[in-house]
């Protein structure tokens, strides 16, 4: 086998060539694989694998690193498409070659680090107590304030995510106990089949939030949109919520952490507790090792997560 280096690191990559025709079978099976996901999700991801078939057709394609900014390039220069394509075709791309490596064709990912842009981050340096300390800091006199801090609170304890919180209605909710469950969607799927089971802090505060919201029906969003000072019936939007919520996860001294980070401190706090990557794959419902190793990348070594105020390295916005 032969060892390239990789342009985006200093660490020596394994190349590997796969016969044309045994990629088209193995594409064809990673597209079987994702027969959950809605069928928009399957449309666009056969597209840019396409691309990709089509690409290693002729350019001697080994799967590194440099091959797939090369591929990337091509998607720019000789066909010409937008960033925001580009970027949808690339992430087909990594989630096929984590696809290669479950079936042992592949040691590491190669396209891990490829995106279509390559935008400037600066670090900020937040640790998981001064980001509890802001959640619990909300002033929950306000039906605003009840609403941000169960919605930021749930995202902490339980690593449920943006968009399943927004897509949620009242009536997925049911009460048990001192705690509740919450059906929820994944991100490609049409039926709520999952359920979560939030803590009895966080049921407290989602019925408090609730009871200040007034009545509302089994269909209306759980997670409204507030105008004017008072509610409304208007679901969250994504745009809405980050707006809302990146307020309070500023820190000062121009240090201000992404709402998305949130899922990766929740990885945190069940790292501080002892939790194995296999029961935290299962707590955080993640339907490959996809999303959870991309959560291990932006996190530092597990070294780091010896205590709860374990220092996490996040963009800035």
């Known amino acids: 086998m032969t060892v390239r280096v990789d342009p985006f690191g200093t660490e020596k990559f394994p190349a590997k060539k796969i016969p044309h025709s045994q990629l088209e079978v193995l594409i064809r099976q990673f597209d079987a694989t994702m027969r959950h996901a809605s069928q928009a999700t399957r449309h666009v991801y056969k597209k ?9 057709k002729t350019n001697g394609f080994k799967f590194t690193p440099s091959d797939f900014n090369s591929f990337r390039l091509w998607l720019f220069n000789g066909r010409n498409l937008s960033t925001n394509t580009v970027n949808v075709y690339l992430t087909a791309s990594r989630r096929f070659c984590e696809f290669l490596i479950e079936h042992g064709l592949l040691k590491k990912n ?4 490829i995106h279509g842009t390559k935008p400037e981050f600066k670090t900020a340096e937040v640790n998981l107590t001064e980001v509890s300390a802001a959640i619990s800091s909300i002033d929950r006199s ?3 304030g009840k609403r941000d801090f169960v919605f930021l609170s749930a995202i902490l304890d339980t690593g449920v995510s943006i968009s399943e919180l927004i897509d949620a209605n009242v009536g997925d909710l049911k009460r048990d106990g001192r705690k509740a469950r919450l059906s929820v969607k994944l991100k490609g799927t049409h039926a709520k ?3 979560l089971t939030l803590p009895e802090q966080d049921t407290a505060a989602l019925y408090d939030y609730l009871n200040a919201r007034g009545s509302a029906a089994a269909g209306e969003p759980l997670f409204c949109a507030l105008r004017g000072g008072g509610t409304s019936k208007a679901r969250l939007s994504l745009r809405g919520v980050r707006f809302a919520m990146g307020r309070r996860l500023n820190f000062g001294n121009d240090r201000k952490i992404r709402l998305d980070s949130l899922r990766t401190y929740c990885l945190v706090r069940l790292m501080s507790k002892g939790k194995t990557s296999k029961e935290i794959r299962s707590i955080m419902r993640f339907k490959s090792n996809m999303p959870f190793r991309k959560i291990m990348f932006n996190a530092p070594h597990s070294r780091r997560f010896e205590s709860p105020s374990g220092i996490l390295h996040s963009e800035k916005t």
């Open 142 to 144: 306000t039906v605003l």
């Open 48 to 56: 840019g694998l396409d691309q990709l078939l089509a690409f290693t």
């Open 193 to 195: 089949n999952l359920t």
């Open 110 to 113: 190669p396209a891990w680090k």
